[in-house]
């Protein structure tokens, strides 16, 4: 799961549906999680902290190596 979390539940958050055993916030699949595109409707900011491996994947912090 990506995105906020509190203890009552998931908020602001993705399920990858292609794991069903673990399924909490808004189901995305792995191509979709993948992307810039889900994060950015949440506000996550790819100019300044966040961005997407040059080889692709899941989002890490810019100061992240590769």
């Known amino acids: 799961m990506f995105g906020g ?3 009552d539940g998931a908020t602001n958050s993705f399920s990858n549906y292609d794991d069903i ?4 916030g ?7 999680l993948k992307t810039d595109a889900p994060y950015k409707v ?3 900011d790819f100019i ?4 997407i491996p040059d080889g692709g994947g ?3 912090l810019q100061w992240q190596s590769q």
Do not use: C, E, F, S
């Open 42 to 44: 949440l506000g996550w």
């Open 5 to 7: 979390v509190n203890y």
């Open 48 to 51: 300044t902290v966040w961005k």
């Open 21 to 24: 055993d673990y399924r909490h």
């Open 26 to 32: 808004t189901d995305k699949d792995n191509g979709a």
């Open 58 to 60: 899941y989002p890490i």
